[in-house]
């Protein structure tokens, strides 16, 4: 009790020294700000460890970007168990468990039941070219160097580009990677995983086990909700209400660090808007997308584990990628994937490829194209299936760009670019708090592209 008094009068004491604008969050949502910052601590602190590889220095500063209060987290690190532990002046303890094939995940009651999940190590990819194997000898020279220097400017203007593809015709042409990262390091796309959870709804539609005009989604849903198709989720016109604010006491921040169950917040939301008319980026929408798969496979976490392997990594040579669950065994469609520069090009493939790579068919025709349909709301047209799109409203979202190309978007500027009309993927990962000039970048991707082939 004393050790506690102490911590409170020192972390007090921090506060009254210190503006709320340098702490990032507001003083009436103390309580949750400190079990945010220790969660969010330890459950990045671990992904970064034991997924991407990344080493003490480098987990601080990228935790750092988020809110200089991390910078005062005290984080520890096991191998046995692999494991991170965050506290705040002994405030707030958590701890966050790596397992293999699933990730890391915060400890709560009832998470032990992800020890007993079994998931099998993707296949090392061979010496076939890629996409299917990792072999790459097809970069283009010209493309090569815009790319290097792209990537070399970013990092001296402080943007922290991390991985950069450019994909043409279904071929690597260029790759470039900071410091410390290579071909094979897994990143985290944060909101790009919502284009990956759209992408397993549209497999489970090839195989007939589910449509984007179903109903009744959940058994909870007794209400109105009901009425809710699933293809207004994909397009986040659900009329459901979330606060996708990223601020302690937000729904957004309590369902990726304090709830056991990420669904479970946005299971619970009442309708805002008439469904179908109005477009709400929302996060939790995603984790009910997430959640209908869950369901649909049996409500059993390995079954919706050996999907994602079996019918969207592997076929697609995909070998870098971790899908991490919640406590209760559900993926965090709306946030936690990782994967190379590599592999987030293989998923802009088969999309440019309408569905298509390695000579498998793994998303119908309808579903790639409605994917990248703008949807029917009144107030923001340009968002398909959990994708950006750069056509649908009054102005381009990029005018620079073709206006057919669609993208994933993450926080951080992670961005996989797909453009059928130049039939090109173009990947940048990275750790970007500001703004990142993606459509200049692209844009002269595009024209070094095209000098290329003239």
């Known amino acids: 009790m004393k050790k506690l008094l102490i911590s409170l009068a020192l972390f007090s004491g921090l506060l009254i020294a210190v503006p709320p604008y340098f702490l990032g969050f507001s003083l009436f949502n103390l309580g949750h700000a400190v079990q945010v910052a220790t969660s969010l601590s330890a459950k990045l602190a671990c992904s970064a460890r034991f997924i991407s590889g990344l080493d003490d220095q480098q987990i601080v500063s990228d935790l750092s970007s988020y809110s200089p209060v991390t910078e005062l987290v005290n984080l520890k690190y096991s191998n046995t168990p692999s494991q991170v532990s965050a506290d705040l002046f002994g405030l707030a303890p958590t701890v966050a468990t790596y397992r293999q094939g699933l990730g890391c995940t915060i400890d709560v009651d009832g998470v032990d039941t992800l020890d007993q999940l079994a998931s099998q190590p993707l296949p090392e990819p061979d010496h076939a070219p890629w996409p299917k194997g990792n072999h790459v000898g097809t970069v283009n020279p010209a493309i090569q160097n815009v790319l290097e220097s792209m990537l070399a400017e970013d990092n001296r203007n402080g943007l922290d580009s991390r991985a950069m593809v450019v994909v043409q015709d279904g071929q690597i042409i260029a790759e470039a990677y900071g410091n410390g990262f ?28 589910v449509s984007k005009n179903d109903t009744a989604l959940f058994d909870q849903w007794t209400d109105t909700r009901a009425e809710l198709s699933l293809e207004q989720l ?107 520069g590599r592999d987030w090009a293989r998923f802009g ?61 993450g926080n951080r500027k992670q961005s996989v670019m797909i453009i059928p009309s130049a039939n090109t993927v173009l990947v940048r990962l990275g750790w970007t708090s500001g703004d990142y000039p993606m459509e200049d970048n692209y844009k002269a991707l595009l024209d070094a592209i095209l000098k290329a082939s003239t």
């Open 234 to 340: 994909l397009q986040m016109s659900s009329g459901l209400a979330f606060d996708e604010t990223y601020a302690p006491g937000s729904d957004a921040t309590h369902m990726l660090f304090t709830a056991p169950s990420a669904s479970d917040v946005a299971m619970t939301s009442p309708l805002d808007h008439e469904p179908g008319s109005h477009f709400s980026y929302s996060s939790g929408t995603t984790n009910l997308l997430s959640r209908y798969i869950h369901q649909t496979l049996g409500s059993d976490p390995a079954q919706t584990m050996d999907f994602v392997q079996t019918e969207l990594f592997v076929p697609a040579g995909i070998s870098t990628a971790t899908f991490e669950p919640d406590a209760s065994g559900v993926l965090v469609g709306s946030s936690y994937l990782y994967a190379s």
């Open 349 to 409: 493939l088969i999309m440019a490829n309408s569905g298509d790579i390695n000579g498998q068919k793994l998303l119908p025709d309808n579903w790639v194209t409605a994917a990248q349909a703008p949807n029917t709301s009144d107030n923001e047209k340009s968002y398909g299936y959990q994708f950006w799109l750069n056509r649908g409203d009054d102005q381009l979202r990029w005018p620079s760009l073709p206006e057919d190309a669609y993208a994933m978007l």
């Open 182 to 209: 290579n071909q094979t390091t897994p990143l985290l796309g944060w909101s790009m995983g919502k284009s990956i959870t759209a992408m397993m709804l549209g497999r489970l539609e090839a195989l007939g086990k």
